[in-house]
């Protein structure tokens, strides 16, 4: 067997994904200087790459059972209606991040609530200088793509002690109890479609919220780990629009393209008819259609399942065609670019 390129320990960093998790939990429960819930009317949550993503991974699980509203924004700014009644997570796992930083200013300055979720840094140093909670997440979870997990369910678990996300920590610890056995029975089948995905571009679908973050959450390893092109959307928005464009050269796209459904059982009713329409209508037009499937009780869990194998897969990707994982040539020289 070929010894596997892995500079950065990408392997070891993903199969650690229920123990960082677990760890997270534990760190974040009891977190001091805490608001109290009657004090908030709304949160927002700034974030960008493993921080942005964990911010959707918060909206999608603690956002339909939250009785404020939650808003995800991936820039430099953040929405005018930021107040002392707004609780804002800052999530950056390295601390340094340009975009995250500069909002987070302008959040605190305008009299959010700040509750930073970070590595160290610069984000580190000015929560402490605003005396503002810090959820220090341990260094040995870079490169940073390991921590969209951990970024993700501080954040629930403080809402959870808050009262505005009940029972977040028993969500989370059934999460990591799926990722457990997920661990170990995923090989040879993933394997096996990382080898049938690697000489083509993914499309990767997902149903409803939950989905369509797994399904991004995919896409983004695939890019990252793997180095390859892969698109992701979600049902049922995808039946309104792009399914219209798989009308024609069906010649070329299924030479191309495969097909990865990811599916859970928290989907709509519609939205499982949706797949099955979906599913009989692509398979004229891509090479091959894959489904996988969650495991594990509850949302939060189900959406931590589907992310794992997403991450997993695209490591297999990787390796099946002796990329190392790790290193990002890409992304450095856009940071290098904008500095």
């Given at each position: 067997?070929?010894?596997?390129?892995?500079?950065?320990?990408?392997?070891?960093?993903?199969?650690?994904?229920?123990?960082?998790?677990?760890?997270?939990?534990?760190?974040t429960e009891g977190?001091?200087?805490?608001?109290?819930?009657?004090?908030?009317?709304?949160?927002?949550?700034?974030?960008?790459?493993?921080?942005?993503?964990?911010?959707?991974?918060?909206?999608?699980?603690?956002?339909?059972?939250?009785?404020?509203?939650?808003?995800?924004?991936?820039?430099?700014?953040?929405?005018?209606?930021?107040?002392?009644?707004?609780?804002?997570?800052?999530?950056?796992?390295?601390?340094?991040?340009?975009?995250?930083?500069?909002?987070?200013?302008?959040?605190a300055a305008a009299?959010?609530?700040?509750?930073?979720?970070?590595?160290?840094?610069?984000?580190?140093?000015?929560?402490?200088?605003?005396?503002?909670?810090?959820?220090?997440?341990?260094?040995?979870?870079?490169?940073?793509?390991?921590?969209?997990?951990?970024?993700?369910?501080?954040?629930?678990?403080?809402?959870?002690?808050?009262?505005?996300?009940?029972?977040?920590?028993?969500?989370?610890?059934?999460?990591?109890e799926q990722l457990?056995?997920?661990?170990?029975?995923?090989?040879?089948?993933?394997?096996?479609?990382?080898?049938?995905?690697?000489?083509?571009?993914?499309?990767?679908?997902?149903?409803?919220?939950?989905?369509?973050?797994?399904?991004?959450?995919?896409?983004?390893?695939?890019?990252?780990?793997?180095?390859?092109?892969?698109?992701?959307?979600?049902?049922?928005?995808?039946?309104?629009?792009?399914?219209?464009?798989?009308?024609?050269?069906?010649?070329?796209?299924?030479?191309?393209?495969?097909?990865?459904?990811?599916?859970?059982?928290?989907?709509?009713?519609?939205?499982?008819?949706?797949?099955?329409?979906?599913?009989?209508?692509?398979?004229?037009?891509?090479?091959?259609?894959?489904?996988?499937?969650?495991?594990?009780?509850?949302?939060?869990?189900?959406?931590?399942?589907?992310?794992?194998?997403?991450?997993?897969?695209?490591?297999?990707?990787?390796?099946?065609?002796?990329?190392?994982?790790?290193?990002?040539?890409?992304?450095?020289?856009?940071?290098?670019?904008?500095?």
């Amino acid at each position: 067997m070929t010894e596997r390129l892995d500079t950065l320990g990408m392997w070891a960093a993903t199969k650690q994904m229920p123990e960082q998790i677990l760890a997270a939990v534990e760190l974040t429960e009891g977190l001091g200087g805490l608001p109290e819930r009657s004090e908030i009317t709304n949160v927002l949550v700034l974030g960008m790459g493993p921080g942005g993503f964990a911010g959707d991974l918060l909206a999608v699980t603690a956002g339909p059972f939250m009785p404020v509203p939650i808003v995800v924004v991936k820039s430099y700014q953040p929405p005018s209606y930021v107040n002392e009644q707004t609780l804002v997570f800052a999530l950056s796992a390295s601390g340094n991040t340009p975009e995250t930083i500069q909002a987070a200013n302008q959040a605190a300055a305008a009299g959010g609530r700040l509750i930073a979720v970070t590595g160290g840094g610069q984000l580190a140093q000015m929560a402490a200088s605003w005396g503002a909670p810090v959820v220090q997440v341990a260094p040995e979870l870079f490169p940073t793509r390991s921590t969209v997990s951990v970024l993700g369910v501080a954040p629930m678990v403080i809402l959870g002690q808050m009262g505005l996300f009940l029972g977040a920590s028993q969500w989370v610890r059934q999460g990591v109890e799926q990722l457990r056995q997920r661990r170990d029975k995923l090989q040879p089948s993933t394997t096996e479609l990382a080898r049938v995905l690697a000489p083509s571009v993914p499309l990767i679908y997902g149903g409803g919220g939950l989905g369509a973050t797994a399904a991004r959450h995919w896409k983004n390893m695939i890019n990252i780990s793997a180095k390859a092109p892969a698109f992701s959307a979600a049902v049922p928005e995808i039946l309104h629009n792009e399914v219209a464009g798989w009308g024609q050269h069906g010649d070329i796209t299924r030479q191309v393209f495969r097909l990865v459904l990811l599916r859970h059982d928290h989907e709509h009713p519609d939205v499982m008819a949706g797949f099955d329409i979906l599913a009989d209508m692509m398979d004229e037009v891509v090479g091959s259609v894959h489904e996988v499937r969650a495991g594990g009780e509850g949302p939060v869990a189900q959406v931590l399942d589907l992310m794992y194998q997403g991450s997993i897969n695209a490591l297999e990707m990787a390796a099946s065609v002796g990329l190392d994982p790790g290193p990002a040539p890409a992304i450095e020289l856009v940071r290098e670019g904008l500095q």
